[in-house]
Nanobody
Framework: QVQLVESGGGLVQAGASLRLSCAAS????????MGWFRQAPGKEREFVTS????????SYADSVKGRFTISRDNPKNTVLLQMNSLKPEDTGVYYC??????????????WGQGTQVTVSS
């Protein structure tokens, strides 16, 4: 099993920045692809971004391209999400996920507990 723990959420104003962190422990060999989903109130969970093991390949939802940047530090088993120019529509609970096979994280094997991001207008 892989345990994922997110941190870094909070309440910010539109236009501000936040950085989320996801720390992995346990069988980290199963974290080949890692990334983030988010879920806004009353909406389904949606894919935000992901990254491959070496960090050479990334994927972003159109809604965050150019504003969010994902990176990973494998020696520290950590994935970071830098979020700039935040908008109220970025509000939601952000979940870290790990997938052994798919860059788009369509079959995650592990999920974090989530961290709340709230962007006020």
């Amino acid at each position: 099993q892989v345990q994922l723990v997110e941190s870094g959420g909070g309440l910010v104003q539109a236009g501000a920045s936040l950085r989320l962190s996801c720390a992995a422990s346990g069988r980290t060999g199963r974290t080949y692809f890692m990334g983030w989903f988010r879920q806004a109130p009353g909406k389904e969970r949606e894919f935000v971004t992901s990254i491959s093991w070496r960090g050479s390949t990334t994927s972003y939802a159109d809604s965050v391209k150019g504003r969010f940047t994902i990176s990973r530090d494998n020696p520290k088993n950590t994935v970071l999400l830098q979020m700039n120019s935040l908008k109220p529509e970025d509000t939601g609970v952000y979940y870290c996920a790990a997938d052994m096979y798919y860059l788009d994280l369509k079959a995650p094997t592990s999920w974090g507990q989530g961290t709340q991001v709230t962007v006020s207008s």
